[in-house]
């Protein structure tokens, strides 16, 4: 499967707005899959999103664990998906336990701080949501939209926390090319 099969089915199944055909297709795809520039692991990250979309968060979350069992690239650790949906499913205990484990591994990608930012900001726990968006903005090095999604998103919790303004949410005022220039740091 490459990209470009990919978009031509996301943008069929749009158009028909039907979450839950599109999420079958997409572990049709995965089921089958024998190469391409898309791994097995991103289509059953996509299907699980797609399971989300269509209210079957059950189904979502096993998927979410098919792309980790598989192993492959899925760009987001397939494990934010998995905690968010456990939120969902009002499983919180659960949840926590798998952000604990992502907390505890090696593998920290800007757009799995992001995920697991926005989904502890979603369940109210803007402390922790706080750090993780913190830790990821210091983690884009020149990705520049992960960092201003990054930014935004740290914003936001900071403005619900009642904090002041710092040298991080400047940075929203600053150039883009400004933002890449920056080094990154532990969080403080």
Same mark, same amino acid.
Do not use: F, H, Q
């Given at each position: 499967m490459t990209h470009e099969d990919l978009d031509q089915l996301l943008e069929k199944a749009l158009l028909l707005d039907d979450h839950g055909a599109l999420a079958k297709q997409l572990v049709g795809l995965a089921e089958a899959y024998e190469s391409g520039d898309i791994s097995r692991a991103a289509i059953f990250v996509l299907a699980a999103e797609e399971w989300r979309q269509a209210g079957q968060p059950a189904r979502a979350l096993e998927l979410f664990q098919r792309a980790l069992e598989d192993g492959g690239e899925a760009g987001t650790d397939p494990r934010a998906g998995i905690a968010d949906t456990l939120f969902e499913l009002d499983r919180?205990?659960? $949840? &926590?336990?798998?952000?604990? *484990?992502?907390? $505890?591994g090696e593998r920290r990608d800007p757009s799995t701080m992001l995920y697991v930012a926005e989904t502890l900001m979603a369940y109210g726990d803007l402390e922790a949501a706080h750090s993780w968006a913190t830790e +990821?903005?210091?983690?884009? +090095?020149? =990705? *520049?939209?992960? &960092?201003?999604? @990054?930014?935004? #998103?740290?914003? &936001?919790?900071?403005? =619900?926390? %009642? @904090?002041? *303004?710092? /040298?991080? /949410? $400047?940075?929203? =005022? #600053? *150039?883009?090319?400004?933002?890449?220039? &920056?080094? %990154? +740091?532990? @969080? +403080?």
């Open positions: 919180p205990d659960e $949840a &926590r336990e798998v952000i604990s *484990e992502i907390a $505890a +990821g903005v210091w983690l884009c +090095g020149g =990705d *520049e939209d992960m &960092r201003e999604a @990054l930014l935004r #998103t740290r914003y &936001r919790i900071r403005v =619900d926390l %009642g @904090l002041p *303004e710092d /040298d991080l /949410d $400047a940075l929203l =005022d #600053t *150039e883009p090319s400004k933002l890449s220039n &920056r080094g %990154g +740091g532990a @969080l +403080g």
